[in-house]
């Protein structure tokens, strides 16, 4: 009877262990897609921003790749913010799309050469809180 015990509590801590050993695994798995996935998306918004950077270079000659570059930064940031719950990333995200709504507003006014330092640097914000 005690031998009988001692196997079914062996069994039963096995069984507790294994399933805690995949939990975790399954978690920090899940942690490092995210990672990758912030990583990926920071990386095509720092692309973005330098066509960003290249339509404001260019801005009179084609006024139009100002709104699309905009939109391409404003897509990954939808991106970005629907995969992460991690509240730097969650901020990072929040200031550029400030500061993408800001040059927005400076173009709708006139501005054909609006400032973009403040995407830029959010933009490096991204990219630091993303980078594991």
């Known amino acids: 009877m005690a031998a009988s015990r001692r196997r079914r509590t062996a069994a039963v801590a096995a069984t ?11 978690t920090g798995c899940a942690a490092v897609d995210k990672a990758l996935d ?7 918004i720092a692309d973005s921003v330098t066509e960003l ?11 139009t790749q100002l709104d699309e570059s905009l939109d391409s930064i404003d897509k ?21 799309n400030k500061a993408v709504d800001n040059v927005r507003t ?3 006014n006139g501005d054909e050469t609006p400032d973009i330092s403040p995407v830029t640097d959010a933009a490096g914000e991204l990219t630091k809180v993303c980078t594991p």
């Open 16 to 26: 507790l262990a294994a399933v805690a050993l995949t939990a975790g695994l399954t």
């Open 38 to 44: 912030c990583v990926q998306t920071a990386d095509a």
């Open 53 to 63: 950077q290249q339509a404001v270079d260019s801005a009179s000659s084609d006024p």
């Open 76 to 96: 990954n940031l939808g991106e970005i913010g629907d995969k992460t719950d991690n509240a730097d990333v969650g901020k990072a995200v929040d200031d550029l």
């Open 106 to 108: 400076s173009i709708k």
